[in-house]
């Protein structure tokens, strides 16, 4: 298919809007929209910092039962980082686990849920979780490195993803000189430029 489908927005069922609205906000999420209607319907929307995707909830909005929504993914790059920012707002997260089933990470209480990262550091390995006050469930994701394939275009979504990458590169790229006899490499921007391609779209890392 040659048009591209853009997952834009995602409907979470909330049983009362403002509550809802109080929570994503204390998150540090940016709101978007508040529309209300003269015919009861009303739509809120928020987004998570750095992601293209947003979440919309309200009433009039779905059928589905507030809470029902369960294991919506929010990818980061460091599992304890996360936790640690979403504590410190009073959130109630989960300690982080890795599954010792395959889906164990969608049960909650599973006894196959095993303490602690992942144990071969593995990235898509890591998990925690916490839940709104509707008990709709987030799932946390630790992805440092993306499968090949898994992304097309380097783009990057804050001032301190792009940081981190450039910090990435600049540790490879110091050890790729070491590895050429310690000189300068006069070509440093093309080689930053392959690497954070590489880097961010899954590919095999230059040397």
Not at 46 to 72: D, K, L, R, Y
Not at 74 to 98: N, Q, Y
Not at 137 to 162: F, I, K, M, N
Not at 186 to 200: C, F, K, L, V
Request: aromatic residues 10%.
């Amino acid at each position: 298919m040659g048009t591209d489908l853009k997952l834009e927005a995602v409907v979470v069922p909330v049983a009362d809007v403002d509550r809802a609205k109080a929570f994503y906000a204390g998150l540090g999420w940016r709101e978007d929209a508040d529309f209300a209607f003269d015919n009861g319907f009303r739509i809120v929307q928020f987004t998570p910092p750095g992601s293209p995707a947003s979440v919309q909830f309200g009433t009039a909005v779905t059928t589905a039962e507030p809470g029902s929504a369960q294991g919506i993914y929010l990818v980061v790059d460091d599992i304890e980082a996360a936790r640690s920012d979403l504590t410190k707002l009073g959130v109630e997260v989960s300690e982080v686990f890795h599954p010792g089933a395959p889906g164990a990470q969608f049960v909650p209480g599973a006894a196959n849920r095993a303490e602690g990262r992942d144990e071969n550091a593995g990235s898509y390995g890591s998990f925690a979780t916490f839940q709104d006050p509707d008990g709709n469930t987030w799932l946390l994701q630790e992805v440092t490195t993306r499968l090949p394939g898994r992304v097309t275009e380097a783009t990057y979504e804050s001032v301190e993803d792009l940081t981190a990458a450039l910090q990435r590169a600049a540790a490879a790229h110091g050890e790729h000189e070491k590895r050429h006899g310690g000189e300068y490499d006069e070509q440093w921007p093309a080689w930053y430029a392959s690497y954070m391609i590489a880097d961010r779209t899954g590919q095999e890392l230059p040397e």
